[in-house]
């Protein structure tokens, strides 16, 4: 029987403490094989020097956790001189797959060189004006328009409208720097970030709720700004939102195109246990990692009412069961532009033959791949970790310039 998902919450705090301790060996035993590599545990007592700079621990806060296949769970610690967000990335088998530390408020986003502030100017727009209303900033470049917009979609999880991830800011990255190139850009909260409570209360949540009905709202917002050109409104959709994005399209019903960026083309669980076996899990793990997806397969209605599997509701994975984003997205009449980054492991080149075999034969769908990018769409050398995540960096300018030339493209 498939094990439940650990909890990132209790792995990340025993974690803390074990650091915290000097309970370094146990420490050790608790980080995935690529971690082991990256941090040895020789070097774990140089770090705990560096805490004890810092004074006695005068209070720990509650873990805060982003939901996903692999959870990221932030523990707030006050030293006595400052206070440290400790950040771990925790895998599927329950292992430490990153650890870092960095000042509490470190907002280490910094505007990359192809975004120019003095070309656009940003506005403050609520998308929907019901119980499920969000906040969002809309990115329109200065002069009188009318200019294309786009709508963009985050992955999974409870992301904020800049779809920050560790370090990096990708949404804010592709809304500067396409604002910059004469495009319109919406960004908005999520809406299990806006409503976490009230949305993790829904034992019958689906991506409908989560994801689809507001980036169809906020594209209806887009398309009534004066400034914007009602015939040219665009979505993209990043990881899961690249993976709903034709449903997205079907419900809208008026979208001139879609970019697809590192959306998955099979379904949720197969991409568990692909990235369980490139993380290098083995064994129980993997076997459990295994017996999971084949459950989530097996699902049928009457499970409704089971207990979530893979962090998600039943509900969930019953709405997605049979979903084929390329074949839906073949019966699309308008235009497409699919990207993907070859070093990225939570969504792989599978996928893309995947959205080839639907599209490669139309002359509206572009494809285009990055073989040094990873899952958001960065920069980076060799085998890709989750360990990068968490690091400082910027969408790669190639993708902006991309994603603006096809933007703007007459046809």
Same mark, same amino acid.
């Given at each position: ?139 329109? *470049? $200065? ?9 963009? &979609?985050?992955?999974?999880? +409870?992301? !904020?409208? @800049? ?120 064994? *129980? $793990? ?9 459950? &989530?397969?097996?699902?049928? +209605?009457? !499970?409704? @009412? ?106």
């Amino acid at each position: 029987m498939a094990q439940p998902a650990p909890d990132a919450a209790a792995v990340a705090r025993k974690a803390l403490d074990q650091l915290l301790a000097g309970q370094y060996q146990d420490l050790f035993q608790t980080f995935s094989p690529e971690v082991q590599k990256a941090i040895p545990e020789a070097t774990l007592p140089k770090v705990g020097v560096q805490i004890k700079t810092w004074g006695a621990v005068e209070r720990i806060g509650d873990p805060t956790v982003r939901p996903g296949p692999n959870k990221v769970a932030v523990i707030q610690v006050k030293f006595a001189t400052q206070t440290i967000d400790f950040q771990f990335a925790i895998n599927t088998s329950g292992q430490v797959a990153g650890l870092f530390m960095r000042p509490a408020g470190q907002i280490p986003w910094q505007r990359p060189a192809y975004s120019k502030p003095d070309a656009f100017h940003a506005r403050e727009v609520t998308v929907g004006d019901d119980e499920w209303k969000l906040p969002g900033t809309l990115t329109l *470049p $200065n002069g009188g328009g009318p200019f294309p917009g786009i709508v963009l &979609v985050q992955g999974s999880g +409870p992301n !904020d409208r @800049d779809e920050t991830v560790g370090g990096s800011k990708v949404f804010r990255d592709l809304a500067e720097g396409l604002s910059s190139r004469g495009i319109a850009v919406l960004r908005y909260e999520k809406r299990t970030r806006e409503y976490p409570t009230r949305m993790a209360g829904n034992k019958d949540l689906t991506v409908e709720e989560e994801t689809v009905e507001d980036a169809v709202r906020a594209a209806a917002l887009l398309r009534a700004q004066s400034e914007v050109d009602p015939k040219r409104i665009y979505v993209l959709g990043h990881s899961l939102g690249g993976y709903v994005s034709p449903r997205i399209a079907e419900q809208d019903g008026k979208l001139a195109g879609l970019v697809v960026m590192a959306g998955n083309a099979r379904p949720l669980e197969d991409l568990i246990v692909d990235q369980a076996e490139y993380l290098g899990e083995s064994g *129980p $793990n993997l076997q459990n990692i295994r017996a999971m997806a084949a459950r &989530v397969k097996k699902l049928e +209605p009457e !499970d409704s @009412d089971a207990p979530p599997l893979m962090g998600m509701p039943v509900s969930y994975l019953l709405d997605l069961k049979g979903y084929d984003p390329a074949a839906q997205a073949k019966d699309l009449k308008i235009r497409m532009l699919i990207l993907q980054g070859e070093r990225d492991f939570q969504v792989n080149m599978k996928d893309l033959a995947l959205w080839k075999a639907a599209l490669g034969d139309r002359k509206d769908v572009t494809f285009h791949t990055y073989p040094a990018l990873n899952h958001l769409f960065i920069a980076g050398e060799g085998r890709s970790t989750e360990a990068e995540y968490a690091k400082p960096g910027h969408v790669a300018p190639e993708v902006i310039d991309d994603i603006a030339k096809w933007l703007t493209e007459t046809r």
